[in-house]
């Protein structure tokens, strides 16, 4: 995705995350020191315009993200943002992955208004960077607020919004690496009484036969023999005859 990934010179950590350090190339980021983000931001979930700048530097021991100007939200965008409350809505922010090149992709984030609102717009961005220094993703960290709390927060009266803004850089992590050998599976029987699905390309199951079936040819010759008695038929005349007399 992106080119000219070459050594490795600065490695850093937050103390406020639970992601892995990762180290960052900074002859391949786009200035020495950094460079700036030009965020854009949309309070009434249809449009975006301009929010302000984010200035991202790799210089420190702990690069940071620093927000030069603060925003204000004027009585139009009040009322706006006051109807993504009431709404459940979420108020959006985006900025390019690559700084100064209007052709790569937006990298968006979102948080409930009411988020917002309830921490009086105290907000805190962490923003995701690859080995070279670009954006790759974006979080609101803020505190979880309950729908009932949603609620008691949209009746209140927005007279200011003032943003107290907070920003992070976080390295990027590796995932699990996926097996590469396909897990055998395991097929499980049934509960009684439920019939199993079969697919379309299992074949069908043969029916295993009773045991009368199997074993038929001992079973009959025995219960015949048993319906006998077990003896042999006395001789003709019977075997307990008197004897003639001379």
């Given at each position: 995705m992106y080119e000219?990934?070459?050594?490795?010179?600065?490695?850093?950590?937050?103390?406020?995350?639970?992601?892995?350090?990762?180290?960052?190339?900074?002859?391949s980021v786009r200035t020495k020191r950094g460079y700036t983000l030009d965020l854009e931001h949309s309070v009434d979930e249809n449009t975006f315009?301009?929010?302000?700048?984010?200035?991202?530097?790799?210089?420190?021991?702990?690069?940071?993200?620093?927000?030069?100007?603060?925003l204000v939200l004027n009585e139009q965008q009040r009322n706006a943002f006051h109807k993504l409350v009431n709404h459940g809505g979420l108020y959006t922010i985006r900025a390019r992955s690559e700084p100064g090149n209007p052709n790569s992709p937006f990298v968006v984030a979102s948080v409930p208004a009411c988020f917002l609102m309830k921490a009086r717009f105290r907000e805190d961005l962490a923003f995701h960077v690859n080995e070279v220094g670009y954006l790759i993703s974006m979080e609101f960290r803020a505190p979880y607020v309950d729908i009932n709390t949603c609620k008691d927060v949209a009746k209140r009266v927005l007279k200011e919004a003032n943003f107290y803004s907070t920003g992070n850089i976080f390295g990027a992590a590796d995932g699990p690496e996926v097996p590469r050998t396909a897990m055998a599976s395991v097929k499980?029987?049934?509960?009684?009484?439920?019939?199993?699905?079969?697919?379309?390309?299992?074949?069908?199951?043969?029916?295993?036969?009773?045991?009368?079936?199997?074993?038929?040819?001992?079973?009959v010759p025995l219960m015949l023999v048993l319906l006998q008695g077990g003896t042999e038929a006395p001789a003709q005349g019977g075997a307990g005859a008197a004897p003639a007399r001379r």
């Open positions: 000219d990934i070459v050594g490795k010179s600065l490695s850093f950590v937050s103390s406020r995350n639970d992601f892995e350090e990762v180290e960052l190339n900074i002859e315009a301009a929010r302000g700048e984010v200035n991202i530097d790799f210089a420190p021991a702990k690069p940071t993200a620093t927000f030069p100007t603060k499980v029987a049934a509960p009684p009484g439920v019939t199993p699905v079969r697919s379309e390309n299992e074949p069908e199951t043969e029916e295993q036969p009773s045991f009368f079936r199997k074993y038929w040819y001992i079973i």
